[in-house]
């Protein structure tokens, strides 16, 4: 009883906790404008410099990828300022690049700190800077996305050039000298900061107006990102360290390698004075092998660097480069021809080995490392392939795990010579188990050519090629392990072991769940690995749900002709409404309770709600029968009749715009600002059910709707 006492305060504390977290104000991030040159001269081209400081887990879109993706990209307006002329467009600088499987395209962002720069020319003495930048601040953590716009303006004193003002007092006349003016001291100006003086229009003078003095903050640590593993690096970075590790594993049971255990017990067996010094020079054995593999990423992580990573990872030519190196290495796996190293290099190596001492053990090791290198080449360039993403420690950590599962067995085995009596003999085994690996490289060399196909539209491996590609690459493996099918240096098999039977299995498991994939399934598990569903040729599910109906328009099965309906859509054939009063409107008349999903065009969580959870049968169902939906898209720019404009009680800002007014309705009505949101109203505008965020658990979903249907009917 004591103990629930105690517990009481913090569960409490916990509720309002919660409370608070559904109905919070995300807040922007904090933008500083300044000056390239604090004391221009008229005709003079400055450029104006705009940082933004980005919290932690969040990101801001940048400007210059394809707008038609979604996302929305960042714009500055400079209308109101005077005695500027913008020249060119707003440029970002350094943002990082990514390829988004859900935006099906390349899109650039930051995180941590932000920065745009925009070229102008001063024409005259009094300049007045006013402007607004618009952007979108998303967030993989949370699943949110919030569109902004940040107000500022600068009053900016310039002066003329002496020249070009002696050259006028000459043409006037006039023989005196002018003195140099020089102008005012400038100081540092952060978004809506400065009060200029105007006698702009009353737009303009409510800018200036809603100046404040808050100072911007100092820089957060920058975040990086991962799109597909939706948890930050720290998260993703495993399953990459946990392959490579496999991969070391892999590389034990090659022909290359695998025969190579015996030989090292020999050697420290045979020139150790006790066992204390066989020991200790197979731990340094261990560690010189590690050693040797780190060294390599290190040196991949020092010559790479972000720029470089981002023309690695989105450029056509080193996607087609991996793409024929893998395709190189899957070939010499299955037999055409042997990746040799010069055999003058390995014979030193291995005269080096032959010198005692902690020398001798180190190229002991090393030699191993270039006599295997014809089995582990490929394995290893496959790694540092794979980990050439712009991150120091990603090719560091990924050689580190591959050559500890490399190094451990043959330390183990050195330590105790009497477990090779355990291990199964040399023989065909081991050329299948590189047979295999070759399937492997096969299969994954057509991810870079679909990137780059992606990139550049080519169009050359739609999603139903790319799947066709991988039934039949892994239909093959699965008759080689059954026997079916022989490769060069094949020993003939006399009968079928077990564990190869279990794995031919799986692989035709495999086989078979890639199938309906041809026939447009979306195979949730391999979204990383395929092309984007919309370059399917073939969509069953999809040509089902436009032709279900017998042709029946949308308009003749909705009550009403939806509102901005030419501009505006529902996705997986639901019906619904874009204007909230006529929804309302309508749920009236249907007496059903009012379904709200605030959205974006440029919300990536959105689409994943839609594409995860909106896509169940039991979500589906219940959004299609049970409600009257309305989508209120927060970032659309359709600019609405003058007479359906208003001035905001929240910001006092005039709201001309769909897509202001829609996230003018969030924000005063439900106190949230973040996309996706979902709200649930009775026909006396009360919710039904606690608002609901981002969340990819269907039957979480299920629930939240069961419980606003059974409010709504009691």
């Given amino acids: 009883m004591k103990s629930l006492k105690k517990s009481l305060p913090l569960v409490f504390l916990f509720c309002l906790t919660s409370i608070a977290s559904f109905a919070q104000l995300i807040e922007p991030p904090k933008w500083q404008m300044t000056l390239s040159e604090q004391t221009p001269f008229v005709d003079d081209e400055i450029e104006l410099i705009f940082k933004a400081d980005i919290p932690r887990d969040w990101y801001i879109y940048s400007n210059d990828f394809d707008p038609d993706l979604g996302p929305m990209l960042t714009e500055l307006s400079l209308e109101g300022s005077e005695g500027i002329e913008p020249i060119g467009k707003l440029k970002p600088i350094d943002p990082k690049r990514k390829i988004d499987e859900i935006w099906d395209g390349e899109v650039s962002y930051f995180t941590g700190t932000a920065e745009f720069r925009q070229k102008v020319k001063i024409t005259k003495t009094a300049v007045k800077i006013i402007g607004v930048m618009s952007y979108q601040m998303c967030s993989d953590v949370t699943g949110q996305c919030v569109p902004y716009e940040e107000d500022f303006s600068q009053a900016v004193n310039a002066s003329i050039k002496k020249e070009a003002a002696q050259e006028t007092q000459n043409a006037q006349g006039g023989g005196e000298e002018v003195a140099d003016e020089s102008p005012l001291p400038q100081q540092e100006t952060t978004a809506n900061i400065a009060e200029a003086p105007s006698d702009e229009s009353d737009e303009s003078q409510k800018i200036a107006a809603k100046s404040s003095t808050k100072k911007v903050g100092t820089k957060v640590p920058e975040v990086n990102l991962d799109p597909e593993g939706k948890q930050g690096d720290a998260t993703s970075m495993w399953p990459f360290v946990i392959a490579a590790f496999l991969g070391g594993l892999a590389a034990l049971l090659t022909p290359c390698v695998f025969p190579m255990i015996p030989m090292t017990v020999t050697f420290f067996t045979g020139r150790s004075k006790s066992k204390t010094q066989g020991i200790r020079n197979a731990i340094i054995y261990g560690l010189s092998i590690i050693v040797i593999y780190t060294l390599a990423g290190t040196i991949v992580a020092a010559v790479q660097g972000p720029e470089f990573a981002n023309w690695l990872s989105t450029h056509w030519a080193p996607n087609i480069f991996f793409f024929l190196v893998f395709i190189f290495f899957a070939l010499a796996f299955l037999g055409l021809f ?8 390995v014979n030193k190596m291995d005269a080096k080995a032959d010198k005692g001492g902690l020398t001798g053990v180190f190229f002991m090791a090393f030699t191993l490392v270039l006599v295997s290198f014809s089995c582990t080449g490929p ?50 085994w081991l050329n299948s188990v590189k047979v295999v690996l070759g399937f492997l490289e096969l299969a994954l060399a057509f991810k870079f050519l679909s990137v780059a196909d992606q990139v550049y539209h080519w169009g050359l491996l739609d999603r139903d090629i790319y799947i066709a590609i991988w039934i039949v690459i892994f239909a093959l493996m699965g008759l080689y392990l059954l026997g079916k099918i022989r490769l060069p240096h094949d020993s003939p098999m006399e009968k079928l072991s077990v564990p190869r039977l279990l794995l031919a299995t799986v692989t035709f498991i495999f086989v078979v769940y890639l199938v309906p994939g041809l026939f447009g399934a979306p195979l949730k598990s391999l979204s990383g690995y395929l092309p984007p569903i919309h370059t399917h040729d073939f969509n069953i599910e999809k040509l089902i749900r436009e032709n279900r109906g017998g042709g029946t328009t949308v308009q003749s099965e909705m ?30 008349k249907e007496n059903k309770p009012l379904f709200i999903d605030f959205t974006g065009h440029g919300c990536v969580n959105c689409r994943e709600m839609e594409a995860k959870v909106w896509s169940q049968p039991e979500v589906l169902q219940r959004l299609k029968n049970d409600f009257v939906l309305v989508a209120l898209y927060v970032d659309e720019r359709t600019e609405l009749p003058e007479e359906e404009w208003y001035t905001s009680a929240y910001d006092d800002k005039v709201k001309k715009t769909i897509g202001k007014q829609n996230a003018d309705f969030q924000i005063t009505r439900f106190n949230n600002n973040a996309q996706p949101y979902y709200v649930i109203l009775d026909h006396d ?23 606003a249907k059974a409010a709504f009917e009691e």
């Fill in 338 to 345: 042997e990746i040799t190293l010069p055999s003058g290099l």
């Fill in 379 to 428: 394995i290893v360039g496959s790694i540092l392939i794979e980990s050439a993403g712009g991150e120091i420690l990603k090719p560091i950590l990924g050689m580190l795990a591959f050559s500890l599962a490399f190094a451990i067995p043959f330390t183990l085995f050195a330590i105790f010579p009497e477990w090779l009596n355990g291990l199964p003999k040399s023989g065909g």
């Fill in 559 to 588: 009550t009403e002709v939806p509102k901005h309906g030419d501009l505006l859509h529902w996705p997986h054939g639901l019906q619904g409404y874009f204007d909230y009063d006529q929804a309302l409107s309508v749920a009236k």
């Fill in 685 to 707: 505008e009360n919710p039904l059910v606690k608002p609901k965020a981002y969340d990819t658990n269907p039957q979480n979903f299920v629930e939240f709707l069961d419980k």
